[in-house]
C-alpha cells in the first residue's frame, strides 16, 4: 500500500487542523493506522491510532482530548482532526499502517509496515 499524508499548514494557537492520509493499493479497511509526528531535532513519536475497523482508537497523553484520529473505510482515507492546537504541536506528521494485525491500535514505529511522506504542522504562538 502507499499512504500519502496532506492538510498540514501554519495556524494560530488554539485554531485546528485536519490531517488526512489516503491509502492506494489495497482497502483501508485491510490496516491498522496511526499518526505519528517528529519535530525538528528530535525523535519521531507516536500520536494516535485506530484500530482495523475503527472501532478502537488510542492517543498519546500530549494530545489526548485535543485530537480525533477516525478511519473512513469506504473512501480509504484516515483522518486526524487537531484542535486547540499549541506550539508544542509542530512537527511534520506521518501516517502508517499495520497490514497484519486484526484488533488493537499500535504505539510502536516498530508495529507499522507502511509510511507515508509526512506532511507539516507549524503553531505559531
Known amino acids: 500500500v502507499q499512504l500519502q499524508a496532506s492538510g498540514g499548514g501554519l495556524v494560530q494557537a488554539g485554531g485546528s487542523l485536519r490531517l488526512s492520509c489516503v491509502a492506494s493499493?489495497?482497502?483501508?479497511?485491510?490496516?491498522?493506522l496511526g499518526w505519528f509526528r517528529q519535530a525538528s531535532g528530535k525523535e519521531r513519536e507516536f500520536v494516535a491510532a485506530?484500530?482495523?475497523?475503527?472501532?478502537?482508537?488510542s492517543y498519546a497523553d500530549s494530545v489526548k482530548d485535543r485530537f480525533t484520529i477516525s478511519k473512513d473505510n469506504a473512501n480509504t482515507m484516515v483522518y486526524l482532526q487537531m484542535d486547540n492546537l499549541k506550539p508544542e504541536d509542530t512537527a511534520v506528521y506521518y501516517c502508517?499502517?499495520?497490514?497484519?494485525?486484526?484488533?488493537?491500535?499500535?504505539?510502536?514505529?516498530?508495529?507499522?509496515?507502511?509510511w507515508g511522506q509526512g506532511t507539516l504542522v507549524t503553531v505559531s504562538s
Open positions: 493499493g489495497r482497502p483501508i479497511i485491510s490496516y491498522a
Open positions: 502508517a499502517a499495520n497490514r497484519a494485525a486484526f484488533y488493537g491500535t499500535f504505539g510502536r514505529e516498530k508495529d507499522y509496515d507502511y
Open positions: 485506530i484500530s482495523r475497523r475503527g472501532g478502537s482508537t
